[in-house]
C-alpha cells in the first residue's frame, strides 16, 4: 500500500511538471536560439497574451483602431498568413492546432512608400488558463519561440499587400485574426483568398467607407 502511493505521488509529480513545463512562453522575456520575445498581457483584454520581437526595427507601440468592417483586404492578408502558417506546421502540429480551435493574432504595420510590410509588430495568443489559474493547455503558448520567428520572418517577406488600401491601413497597425480552421484547411482558405481579391478589385475603400466602432485599443 505504501509502495503504491509513492508511485502514485511520484506519477502525479512528473504529470505535473510535465503540464508547467509545456508552457514554452511565460510572462516576461523568452528566449530560442535566433530571437527574444517580450510577453506580456494584454491590458484590453485581460485574457490575452501580447509577444513582441525584442527587435523589431519600429518599437514604437501605435493603438490598434477597432474597426467596424472587416473588409476583404483583411480576408486577402489572413488567409496569405494561414498558408504561411500551415507551411510551417508539422501534420502532427495541425492535428494539435485543430483540436485547440485556437486563432492567433497577428499585428502588422505596413510600410506605405514600398507597399509592403514592415513587420509584425506582435501577436496575440488568448490565455483563458490564466486566468482560472490552471497550466495553459493550448496551441500556440506552447510553440517554439525559434519557429515561431521563421513564421514571423516569411510573413513579412511573403505577404502580398493588396493594391488598393484605407489609409488607416499606412498610419495605424492591421490587427488580423488567424483561425485554426483556416490553417489546417488551406484549400478553402486560397478559396476564400481569391474570392477577397475580387472583392477588392470590384471597389476601394475611401477614407469615409472606413467605419470605427470604439476607441484604439492600447498596446
Same mark, same amino acid.
Given at each position: ?14 504529470? !505535473?511538471?510535465?503540464?508547467?513545463? *509545456?508552457?514554452?512562453? &511565460? ?20 485574457? *490575452? ?7 523589431? /526595427?519600429?518599437? !514604437? ?11 476583404? *483586404? ?5 488567409? *496569405? ?39 509584425? !509588430? ?12 490552471? /497550466? ?16 514571423? &520572418? ?35 482558405? &486560397?478559396?476564400? &483568398? ?26
Amino acid at each position: 500500500m505504501i509502495m503504491k502511493r509513492i508511485i502514485l505521488s511520484i506519477g502525479l509529480l512528473l504529470l !505535473t511538471s510535465l503540464l508547467y513545463s *509545456q508552457e514554452v512562453f &511565460r510572462l516576461g522575456v523568452v528566449e530560442g536560439d535566433s530571437v527574444a520575445y517580450q510577453v506580456r498581457v494584454w491590458k484590453i483584454p485581460d485574457n *490575452q497574451w501580447l509577444i513582441r520581437n525584442m527587435d523589431n /526595427p519600429d518599437t !514604437t507601440l501605435k493603438p490598434i483602431p477597432q474597426r467596424a468592417i472587416h473588409t476583404a *483586404q483583411e480576408t486577402d492578408m489572413d488567409m *496569405q498568413i494561414a498558408e504561411i502558417i500551415h507551411d510551417n506546421l508539422s501534420e502532427e502540429d495541425l492535428s494539435e492546432l485543430k483540436n485547440s480551435g485556437e486563432s492567433l493574432g497577428v499585428i502588422l504595420r505596413a510600410n506605405k512608400k514600398r507597399h509592403n510590410l514592415l513587420q509584425v !509588430t506582435c501577436f496575440c495568443v488568448g490565455n483563458y488558463d490564466f486566468l482560472q489559474g490552471r /497550466p495553459y493547455r493550448g496551441f500556440w503558448l506552447n510553440f517554439n519561440p525559434d519557429s515561431l520567428y521563421k513564421i514571423e &520572418r516569411e510573413i513579412v517577406e511573403r505577404v502580398v499587400l493588396p493594391e488598393k488600401m484605407n489609409e488607416s491601413y499606412w498610419t495605424d497597425d492591421i490587427e488580423i485574426w488567424v483561425a485554426s480552421d483556416d490553417v489546417c484547411n488551406i484549400e478553402e482558405a &486560397r478559396a476564400k &483568398r481569391r474570392k477577397a481579391i475580387e472583392g477588392w478589385k470590384k471597389r476601394s475603400f475611401a477614407d469615409e467607407e472606413m467605419f470605427f466602432f470604439g476607441p484604439p485599443m492600447e498596446l
